[in-house]
Nanobody
Framework: QVQLVESGGGLVQAGGSLRLSCAASGSIFSINAMGWYRQAPGKQRELVAAFTNGDNTQYGDSVKGRFTISRDNAKNTVYLQMNSLKPEDTGIYYC??????????????WGQGSQVTVSL
């Protein structure tokens, strides 16, 4: 079993900053990929930022230059620093982690979601 615990969401004024955290625990041999997605009301879930293929990062076009993804491998934790927030950044942010189990099988897990609300 793998658990993902997210923290750090909240309400912030436009131009402000928030930092999200997602800690993975449980039956983890290693972590293949970690990232953040978000879903705004009435819209599909979209990529915000992710680590892929080791230390390579990928960002959604709308957050480039404002958001930064980072991680602490020792703690199996991924972070999302969000600066210069805009009202259109409002949504539920989900942590996504691809875990390599002890059997070497890959499993994708989602966090519980963190509400981020940016007001004018």
């Amino acid at each position: 079993q793998v658990q993902l615990v997210e923290s750090g969401g909240g309400l912030v004024q436009a131009g402000g900053s928030l930092r999200l955290s997602c800690a993975a625990s449980g039956s983890i041999f290693s972590i293949n990929a970690m990232g953040w997605y978000r879903q705004a009301p009435g819209k599909q879930r979209e990529l915000v930022a992710a680590f892929t293929n080791g230390d390579n990062t990928q960002y959604g076009d709308s957050v480039k230059g404002r958001f930064t993804i980072s991680r602490d491998n020792a703690k199996n934790t991924v972070y999302l620093q969000m600066n210069s927030l805009k009202p259109e950044d409002t949504g539920i942010y989900y942590c996504n982690v691809v875990v390599v189990a002890t059997s070497r099988a890959l499993f994708q897990h989602w966090g519980q979601g963190s509400q981020v609300t940016v007001s004018l």
